[in-house]
């Protein structure tokens, strides 16, 4: 089993768009994100993006657009020379009360389930309280808030109770590093 870092997509690897990402030409990546990702310390790690695509159910986009531009996405950082193994949507929108939408679980056990990943070695990575809710339902390991997209509106927010511990890091490299050295990988 392989120990995974879940990372949220919008406002931690692209920007978030006020009227969600609806297509390719849309997305503005972070150049931080993707640099961070080709760290070959990583290499001990599932890294997988879970991310809510709401715009899906609201039919505001196809299933298949969604799926291409996480493609894309995934291209983009392979280029260059960056890892992302793995990319897990929830399309359904709030009311369609499904097991997947973050604050649930649902995406990181289906991905666990599939990539035999080993939760408790897990981390998750998002700009949003429900990344972190997510991934203590998940039992991960760890969970990081970042500052990037809607991070700083978040943490001004009240923090949700039960909440488990969470770091918070300024960006995704910042998140990493913050793996990495908890994890003692050298
Ligand atoms: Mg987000
Ligand atoms: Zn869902």
Sequence with gaps: MFPAIFLD?????????????RDWSQVEVFPEAIVALS?????TYKIVVVTNQSAVGRGIISIETAISINDRLVGVVRD????????????HSPDDDCDCRKPKPGLLLQAAEEMSLD??????????????????????????????????EQLSLSRPKGNG?????????HALKTILEFDNVD
């Design 80 to 91: 260059r020379s960056g890892r992302l193994d793995n990319a897990y949507i929830c399309p």
């Design 9 to 21: 997509r919008d406002g931690v690897l692209i920007e978030n768009q006020a009227n969600y990402v």
């Design 165 to 173: 511990n969470y770091f918070i890091c300024n960006n995704l490299s």
């Design 39 to 43: 760290d070959p310390k990583l290499d």
């Design 119 to 152: 939760l408790k070695r897990s981390w998750m990575i998002g700009d949003a309280w429900s990344d972190v809710e997510a991934g203590h339902a998940a039992g991960v390991r760890g969970t990081i808030i970042i500052k990037t997209g809607r991070g700083e």
